[in-house]
């Protein structure tokens, strides 16, 4: 038994860059090795390497550390050799050509060879083909891992992109003109909460608040018309599965002309998050306003009303320094003892405002409107009476809210009385109250049928503290400012509409 | 020459008092007291071509009902080209605020700003320059 393993590298410098062509030669026969030898000699221009196996465990052996480009075996060998080789590079390396030499009795098995996976058979008698057929089952093998790499690329691709839409974060969704959505990636149900096959077929427009409606219209048509690649919408709310609306950001792209995708695509992102800390910040931002107007304000009443105390003041020591008479010393402490008193007031109303203003733990209680006001009126009865007030309620017997019974109180008593107080010179007062909600608010009206005021002129001064301008004797301007901040410290406002001559609503807004 | 002063403020102890620190410069003049600007715009319209009626210097507040000093002043611009006197006008108030100071200088009618209480001197030099 021999094993020769002969190399013969034919060197062409133009084809130094072929690879190496490393067959695989199975046979024990010395002479079919010779004539494949003498046959390869002559395969000019192409350089090989020969490698002889003559046992089954040495070609299986070789096979794998080989990893030769072709094999070429001998039929006839023991034991079904040749066959169970063939299997077994078959299954192996099944790209690996396969190769026969044989003669020509064998042709009816040949048929069952050729279609266990033998690539080809070379008659003895026609040994010199070999070298052609090796090439054309080269080429063949080559063409066809070309054909295997390039398709193993392609679906490697497809499965990128696949992924990089399916594990994204963020949905992404396909549809036509009409909005009808034939495709949505996994993200779907993370961000909006339905599943895959409950998205597809329905329609996109489905989902956007009605609000946000026609803005998006307006962007999706300006996309349409206008060969526009894309558009960005900002923010929109989207209808989630369970019934609330998230905050999104859309770029929708135009891709009718894609082919694969002849709609539109839209990928979202959920900006709820950011949208809650934007509000938050905002309404942060306007209650530091507020204050800050409110402390410019306070120091301006501080200013003015304070001052003008101390002014007196002033003016008096100066005199009683210089007072020679008994009688003017004497007026002159009249006139500082009065002074002193209405500084002490001063006083009193300012911390009473910064107490509105600071108190964050106020009590409330369940209050219902309807015997509360009663209550005020029968408090009221005396200047209703007297002025013939007809008072009209229309508040509902359930009507409850949660307050502060003193501001609530205070702020009744001051504005029914304000009613009756500015009455028409013409005509019995008469005073309706009511009650409707509005949004957040139980909104409380108080319509009077008195002198009006004149807003345009006097808006600023209406709520300001000792700002008076009907000129009444026994105005103090210090009901109203009191009650514009207790109701804002309770979280609501007050509104005020007049017609002058005719009528004067005061419209409370309480936080429900 | 008797000079007329007129006093536009709410404040009744204050006028009080300024009328006893003009008094005592012993100056010839003729003092008038508004409680607002109304009263004091509506006698100015009825007086507007008597010189005698009509005062020299005006301490004008700015805080008061019915019509405050702005209010008085915006009113006294649409009236001034038909009144035949030349009357100074000074704010006369007790606020020190910015906002005050800043808005006084937007009028060109008005001559100063004093901050109450007025003192003498200040009121025996602006009689002193009329």
Redesign the interface.
């Known amino acids: 038994m021999y094993s020769q393993n002969s190399t013969s590298i034919l060197v062409n410098t133009e084809l130094a860059k072929t690879p190496l062509v490393k067959i695989l030669f199975f046979s024990k026969d010395h002479l079919i090795q010779q004539l494949v030898q003498n046959q390869l000699d002559n395969f000019e221009g192409i350089p090989f390497k020969l490698v002889s196996s003559t046992t089954m465990m040495e070609f299986k052996q070789l096979l794998k550390s080989l990893r030769p480009s072709v094999i070429i075996s001998d039929f006839y060998l023991e034991n079904f050799a040749g066959k169970e080789a063939l299997e077994y590079s078959k299954m192996i390396y099944p790209e690996i050509p396969y190769l026969f030499i044989a003669d020509a009795l064998c042709k009816k098995k040949a048929l069952q060879y050729l279609q266990a996976g033998a690539t080809d058979f070379i008659q003895k008698e026609n040994i010199e083909e070999l070298p052609a057929i090796l090439f054309k089952a080269l080429r063949q093998s080559e063409e066809k891992n070309a054909i295997k790499q390039l398709k193993q690329k392609k679906w490697e691709d497809t499965q990128r992109f696949k992924s990089l839409i399916e594990f994204s974060n963020d949905p992404v969704l396909l549809y036509d003109i009409d909005g009808k959505i034939g495709y949505v990636s996994p993200a779907i149900s993370r961000v909006l909460g339905y599943s895959i096959q409950e998205f597809v077929g329905t329609n996109v427009k489905k989902y956007i608040h009605p609000e946000d409606f026609n803005s998006r219209l307006l962007i999706f048509e300006s996309l349409v018309n206008n060969n526009q690649k894309f558009v960005i919408i900002e923010e929109q709310r989207l209808l989630h599965k369970e019934g609330h609306y998230i905050w999104a950001r859309a770029v929708i792209s135009d891709a009718r002309l894609k082919p694969g995708i002849e709609g539109f695509i839209t990928n979202f992102i959920d900006i709820s998050d950011r949208k809650i800390k934007t509000e938050a910040l905002k309404s942060s931002f306007e209650l530091v306003k507020e204050q800050n107007k409110r402390m410019l304000n306070f ?2 009443i501080v ?2 009303n304070l ?2 105390h ?3 003041m ?3 020591i ?2 009683l320094e210089t007072a020679t008479d008994e009688n003017e010393k004497r007026e002159m402490l009249l ?1 500082l003892k ?2 002193s008193k209405s500084l002490n007031e001063t006083l009193y109303n300012l911390n009473e405002v910064v107490s509105i203003q600071s108190n964050t733990t106020l009590k409330v209680e369940k209050i219902y409107l309807l015997p509360f006001i009663n209550k005020i009126l029968l408090g009221l009865s005396n200047p209703v009476y007297l002025s013939k007030t007809k008072i009209e309620i229309n508040v509902p017997e359930n009507v409850a809210i949660l307050y502060n019974k003193e501001y609530l109180e205070s702020v009744l008593h001051n504005i029914i009385l304000n009613s009756i107080k500015y009455k028409h010179p013409n005509r019995n007062p008469v005073i309706t109250i009511s009650s409707i909600f509005i949004d957040a608010f139980l909104v409380v009206s108080i319509t009077d049928n008195g002198v009006g005021i004149d807003l345009k ?1 006097n808006k600023n ?1 209406l709520f300001g503290m ?6 009444n004797k026994d ?1 103090l ?1 210090i009901d109203l400012f009191m009650s514009k901040n207790q109701v804002e410290a309770m979280g609501g406002k007050i509104e005020v509409e007049s017609k002058i001559g005719e009528s004067t609503t005061f419209k409370i807004y309480i936080k429900k | 020459m008797t000079k007329s002063v007129c006093i536009i403020d709410d ?1 009744e ?2 006028k ?3 009328k ?2 003009i008094q005592k410069l012993n100056l010839p003049v003729i003092i008038t007291c508004f409680a ?1 600007g ?1 009263e004091a715009f509506d006698t100015f319209l009825k007086e507007k071509n008597s010189q005698e009626n009509l005062p020299d210097v005006i301490f004008l507040d ?2 008061m ?2 019509m ?1 000093g702005w ?1 008085f002043m915006d009113a006294y611009l649409d009236l001034q080209p038909t009144i035949s006197k030349e009357i100074t006008i000074y704010i006369a ?5 910015y ?1 005050d100071f800043e808005k006084a200088k937007k009028y060109a009618e008005i001559s100063g700003y004093i ?3 007025i003192p ?1 001197d200040t009121v025996y030099k602006i009689l002193q320059i009329l």
């Open positions: 120091s301006y200013s003015h001052r003008s101390s002014s007196n002033e003016s008096i100066g005199f006139h009065n002074v002129k001064k000792y700002k008076t301008f009907h000129g105005a301007g | 404040d102890l204050y009080l008092l300024l006893k620190t607002n109304k700015i805080n009902p019915e405050d209010e108030s007790s606020s020190i605020a906002q901050v109450k209480p003498s």
